[in-house]
């Protein structure tokens, strides 16, 4: 991308940025890594509470490694994926362990800790420790997706070309990457939207998208996925966890009443719980670990 467009998507970042508190000048790497972490695959608006919550709670590594895992679940509530809160507080018992409770410096170590991939090293890297890192999320893939090939919609899984256009994308200037990242990131969650984008809005629609510049042609053929939920066993595994958040456990009696049509679907679902280390089987029933 072309210095004018970065250059003019920080300048709107500036401006119409939302003020978040994982953001502000006083927050810690460990508050970033915890917001990076809750908001894979969860809008703003439902982080925003829990993630308040848990830094008051445990405003450290050492706070969340201590705490009971029933109340790491509980707090956890309904942010999706309760997997993430039992690798978060792995993540904080390995800080604790190997790097005396401080989130280490850098990709390579940052990506050892457990539940902490390629996306959130380069995310923590680049807005906890302003050091230049490729920062691409789902956001960011649209962005460039449209901008720089003039697709409606970027691959269906992140590509090699995907990656390179990021990396050539980036600014080689240490605090500009840091600015373009979070800038980029912003501009898709807001603007850049995949359904319904605000053309008439974005720093480049004149003359620095190539989308717009040729005619928004559609996505491709079956570019769209859509996850269905309903009736899912990710829906029913989650109404388990509601169960045993609000009385830290369930009978088996209670647990069929989700699903009366499919005990199967039930049991199966409170199998994967206990595999997964989301509940413990006592008796008749699950209880929270």
Not at 158 to 167: G, M, Q, V, W
Not at 176 to 182: C, D, F, M, Y
Not at 195 to 215: H, I, K, N, T
Request: proline share 6%; charged share 25%.
């Amino acid at each position: 991308m072309e210095d004018a467009g970065i250059d003019a998507v920080i300048t709107w970042f500036g401006d119409q940025g939302r003020d978040l508190p994982w953001r502000h000048t006083g927050a810690t790497a460990w508050s970033i890594l915890v917001s990076e972490v809750m908001l894979q695959q969860t809008p703003v608006v439902r982080v925003l509470p829990r993630w308040k919550d848990w830094m008051e709670h445990w405003p450290t590594p050492a706070d969340l490694a201590d705490a009971p895992t029933a109340e790491v679940l509980r707090r956890w509530d309904r942010l999706g994926y309760p997997r993430r809160a039992l690798r978060l507080q792995e993540c904080a018992r390995a800080i604790v362990r190997e790097h005396g409770g401080r989130v280490p410096r850098g990709e390579v170590a940052l990506r050892a800790l457990p539940g902490i991939g390629e996306y959130t090293a380069a995310a923590v890297t680049a807005f906890a420790h302003h050091e230049r890192a490729v920062v691409v999320d789902t956001n960011i893939r649209r962005v460039l997706a449209r901008s720089l090939r003039g697709d409606a919609l970027p691959d269906r899984s992140y590509s090699a070309a995907e990656r390179d256009l990021a990396a050539r994308s980036l600014p080689a200037q240490r605090p500009r990457s840091v600015a373009w990242n979070q800038a980029v990131m912003e501009l898709g969650a807001l603007v850049c939207t995949a359904r319904s984008p605000r053309c008439e809005e974005c720093p480049l629609a004149d003359g620095g998208c190539a989308w717009v510049a040729a005619g928004r042609p559609a996505a491709a053929e079956g570019a769209r996925r859509r996850q269905a939920f309903e009736g899912t066993d990710r829906q029913m595994r989650g109404q388990i966890m509601a169960l045993l958040r609000e009385d830290g456990a369930a009978s088996d009696a209670a647990m069929l009443t989700l699903d009366p049509e499919d005990a199967e679907r039930v049991r199966r679902c409170a199998t994967t719980l206990v595999e997964d280390g989301l509940a413990v089987r006592e008796g008749a029933g699950l209880r929270l670990p």
